[in-house]
DNA sequence: TTTTTTTATTTACGCGCGTAAAATAAATAT
DNA sequence: ATATTTATTTTACGCGCGTAAATAAAAAAA
């Protein structure tokens, strides 16, 4: 490798000995140039250090390379693992995938949005905040950009959404609850910021109504998405005041349950399945720290490969159809029961 | 507002009645042209929905407004919050901040600094995996763009490197379960992935000695960034076979005391600091779960705000003085003990 | 070998903007 | 009012690349 530096195309062309519209369409696909020619130009690839401009490509084609990743909350280590595995499908695929956290803020999710738009992504993955989101503002962005929604489902909106199936969690808890000798209360935010919460409380109902067991839902106050600190102060407040209407409770999801759990310890209540116990938690989403909470978390756990692969594979495909589907896509995947010790 | 679509800036020029230059200097600086001109500018972009192609403004820019933010490992929540932080701070300067995880990994690390270049940031802000960075990688890397290292040092890297103290960190543990009653051993990684570690133990080492008491270091084994996991096999290992060096254990970071935590829990061992307790656990770091594990943690916290506002005001200052400084800058903040319910 | 078809390469143009240098207008001094 | 200085605006050029249309080369058919 020479230390010469190519300032562009034009001189790397001259280097080769090809024309510089050559070089680019080697760039675009190596495939679609003779092999003589392809060989050439990575000979001198190997030689001399080029790359071309992004900012040039970007902005000649009609379509860039970028794809838009957009997560209500990165501090939440559920997003950062799911945004972890939607990037490198992206790479794999030759795309650039750009990472953004609305950190719960409508203000901020609308900001990506609009920013995005100026770098003409190929497509986009969003995460929406759910009940807070500008509806409007996602709607008017989804009509320009290619989007999939995932995680949480706004009716109507994007090309398609990807999930899991809120029925499938609640039914397996509360199934395996009740049958080891429970009957679960709901413990919830009242006011959810996300709309998975929702379906969750109604599957809930379902199910208990389903089994003919009296329903409870408790339902805690607490805005936005310090949900560890929401739980436990709505579980202080619950277990210091009356009695729990049953011996075992149901998270919404794992980070009130965390709360949950940490108010429990604080107030002496012991909390698991056996004998000796209080009472027993269960939860859903199966969060990375769920199985090093005190006691370990029994809890419904995403399908986390399923869900981000057929994110991923259904934006290629709405990308490669010109950004049009013929009608809106739903895809749902299964929960799976994890039992640890806290039920 | 008109729904008509405007395609470029010479077209927007003609609009407002002004030559494009001019309304190119706008953008690059409101108060660089007349204020006459710069209403009539700011009316008709109320009338008309302009925003300048920012492809071709890198393009042509000698140094573009893009800031890499670079973390080893966003599911950490901790780093997902300083990445937070980073970010609001860049976009409040009017910079344009991207993100990325190396994800514990040298070869994506290497790949997120190749493709950094491309986008020619002003500045990057990075921090390394340390132990298993690329040296090389990264030195000719800093030689091209601009860059503060935080969190985790790299001797002679980068134009300076802003974080925390770790001797104040492990001074004011140790001094504080020490004057409580206490005999701290030091429960760390035996190859830890970040340098950060070693110093810790190093501090620890000074201090007991300080102390005149006995220091014991519990290296455990484990490779990789799943802390937790690893904290709870090393402390299961330890704690099955032989007994504590002492009652009290102070870990290298709040991870890895997490899962110190959970095997605590699984074997019966109680952690606290009233009678009735085994043991008493103390870390470091604050991390954003420290205060809801069983019990919550007592912990050494980082000044997130000092350090995130003196990396990012470092790296304006680099950038304004044309990418170097006179010297290799370091700055470290100190620790503020944070009493929990563990030790 | 010659003609036709297919594939690859080159020519020519444009993308949307930054910016130095030249031209003009405004402000100040005479 | 005129000359000088200073602040703005315009002219003119270039950035590095994509891409349609024109050309040339290779492959296939006659």
Known sequence: MTTRRIKNM??????????RPTISKYFNDPDRVRPSTRLKIEEALERYDYRPNIFAINQNRRLTKNIGIVVPYLADPFFAEIARVLERRCIDAGYTPSLFSSHGQQSLENAILDSLRSIKPAGVLLAPLG?????????????????????SNIEGLGAGFVGSDNFSFVSQTVEYLSRTGSTPSFFEMKN???????????????????????????????????FEEIGR???????????????SVLCSND?????????????????????????????????????????????????YESVSSHAVETLFRLIESGGRLDKREEKLFAARLIMRGSA
């Open 10 to 19: 034009d001189e790397f062309a001259g280097l080769v000995g090809i024309s």
């Open 131 to 151: 009940r807070i989101s500008d509806k409007k503002h996602i709607e008017a962005f989804c009509r320009d950009v290619p989007t999939i929604l995932f995680d």
């Open 192 to 226: 959810p910021a996300n709309p998975n919460a929702n379906k969750r409380r109604e599957a809930y109902l379902k199910m208990m109504n389903r089994l003919n067991l009296e329903p409870h839902v408790i339902s805690i106050e607490g805005e936005g998405w310090n």
């Open 233 to 247: 102060q709505g579980a202080l407040n619950v277990l210091n005041g009356k009695k729990l209407p049953s011996n």
């Open 255 to 303: 980070r009130l349950a965390i709360g949950l759990l940490s108010a429990c310890h604080e107030l002496g209540i012991k909390v698991g399945r056996d004998d000796t116990c209080h009472i027993r938690v269960a939860s859903h989403d199966d969060h990375p720290y769920s199985r090093f909470t005190c006691p370990s978390l029994t809890t419904a756990a995403h399908d």
